[in-house]
């Protein structure tokens, strides 16, 4: 044990995770199996982003508005669930499943794999070298024998408007872990963030506008995701402006409203103010400077996610932009783990089993699901996306509406679903659905698209009847003609 402030020189280690989120957690997680000694450094929760103010919280949340929306649509059952969610219920369930923003449970499995927790701020000082400080300023120095894997995600941005640090505003840590649901809240972005927050906030009993500088929502995505995600929102009680930018934010008391200035001369009243308009990475205090990196700088890696220029230095998860999703930055980690194992143990890469040291799905098999009211998800390329990659494709779309199983999934069933054919290999490069429910179909897409399934192969996928699966027969009988 050191005194506060004084510095501790500690063991090295084969590998130095730092971040302890899930993507930290499985870098060490396959460090350790491995048989590579393990340190991971954590300034906040064991646990990350994900377990406490994303994925968690916000599917938490969701859950209970889209089971609701999904039984206000079956026979039977819909006059029982036309009342108010229990907001208290709700929220307490939230409360649960982030384990009531406590790490223990997290930080027991760590130390059950073998890993050692360090409890600080992670800073590069050199090649293999990281310091730790304390939350009581002690310093810990760690040497890597092998491998530092950057594992830090990425922070919301929040633009630099008049008043904005007056104005409190949320970002998605606020929006995911509220006390309470506010009377009137104004959300700024319309992509994921956006609109997941906006469908959990009106559900539980807020009068919520969207505010979407470009034209719609889920930009990312095709079309028409966006186009149906507007339309039940809509419908639920928000109000959606599209093409305004807001300019600046105004509260002069502390516990007061927010007015809202916007580029068309307009202003808006409101409780709270969520801006959901991007991501940074987390890098911008990791001594990036000390190893010749730009401090604040996303960071460029090759496929086993090894920092360009380095041969000891990782980044995996967010931190390398390659797809900021969580269950993609645990996949890296997987990828990371083999290839930092496989270099340690001077074994070469080409051996590792099924190619698990190239992240090869982030360039053409990224599975992203949205969880509101209708459910959008997506894998691979748009056909926007593929025409501009130059690829010679086709868009096959399908009413889902029209599949055998939608109707008994919900009476006035909306949904869509298209998939992008390569008319030269006869493979599909990118497939999505939107409906309720159609979350559990992406898995099949996903498979279909990083497997590259030839078309003629897939017509012998029988789906089973009567399920919305069926929308695969469907949309290979579209194709065919």
């Not at 969520?274 to 960071?299: I, K, M, N, Q, Y």
């Not at 995996?316 to 999703?325: E, F, K, M, Q």
Request: charged content about 20%.
């Amino acid at each position: 044990m050191t005194d506060a402030g004084k510095t501790s020189e500690s063991p090295a280690y084969d590998v130095v995770v730092i971040g302890a989120g899930p993507v930290g957690e499985n870098v060490a997680d396959r460090a350790r199996a491995a048989g590579l000694s393990t340190a991971v450094v954590e300034a906040e929760l064991v646990g990350g982003e994900c377990s406490y103010w994303a994925c968690m919280p916000s599917k938490a949340l969701l859950r209970p508005v889209v089971a609701r929306a999904d039984a206000r649509k079956v026979p039977g059952l819909s006059a029982a669930v036309q009342g108010p969610l229990d907001v208290g219920a709700v929220l307490a369930h939230r409360d649960d499943e982030t384990s009531h923003w406590k790490d223990d449970g997290q930080v027991a499995w760590l130390e059950s794999v073998g890993a050692d927790v360090y409890r600080g701020t992670g800073r590069l000082t050199g090649p293999r070298a990281v310091s730790v400080t304390a939350p009581d300023g002690t310093e810990h120095r760690l040497t890597a024998r092998h491998a530092v894997a950057v594992c830090t995600g990425t922070r919301a941005v929040v633009p630099a408007l008049p008043g904005i640090e007056e104005a409190r505003p949320w970002t998605s840590r606020e929006a995911t872990s509220a006390k309470e649901a506010p009377g009137r809240l104004v959300v700024v972005g319309g992509g994921v963030v956006g609109v997941e927050m906006a469908t959990v906030w009106q559900a539980l009993g807020s009068e919520v506008t969207l505010l979407i500088r470009g034209g719609g929502l889920l930009p990312k995505m095709e079309p028409f995701a966006g186009e149906l995600v507007a339309e039940a929102l809509t419908e639920a009680g928000a109000t959606i402006r599209t093409g305004v930018s807001v300019t600046a934010v105004h509260r002069p008391a502390p516990d007061g409203p927010v007015t809202v200035e916007l580029d068309d001369g307009g202003r808006i009243e409101t409780d709270e103010i969520l801006f959901a308009t991007g991501r940074a990475p987390r890098t911008d205090d990791l001594g990036l400077e000390t190893v010749g990196l730009e401090p604040g700088s996303w960071l460029t890696v090759d496929d086993s996610c090894l920092v360009e220029g380095t041969d000891w230095l990782y980044a995996v998860g967010d931190a390398n932009h390659r797809a900021l999703l969580t269950h993609q930055g645990k996949y890296q980690a997987r990828i990371a783990g083999a290839a930092i194992a496989a270099r340690a143990l001077k074994t070469p890469l080409d051996t590792v089993p099924w190619g698990a040291h190239a992240a090869t799905a982030d360039h053409a098999a990224v599975p992203q699901v949205v969880f509101t009211d209708p459910e959008a998800a997506s894998v691979g390329l748009t056909l926007a996306e593929a025409e501009r990659a130059g690829h010679r494709v086709r868009a096959v779309d399908y009413d889902l509406a029209s599949v055998a199983g939608s109707g008994l999934y919900a009476t006035g069933y909306r949904g869509r679903a298209r998939m992008i054919v390569d008319l030269d290999r006869e493979i599909l490069l990118g497939v999505t659905f939107v409906g309720p429910g159609i979350g559990e179909l992406l898995h099949s897409a996903t498979v279909a698209v990083a497997g590259e399934v030839p078309i003629a192969r897939l017509w012998h996928a029988v789906p089973a009847y009567p399920t919305i699966s069926e929308v695969w027969l469907r949309l290979l009988e579209t194709y065919r003609g």
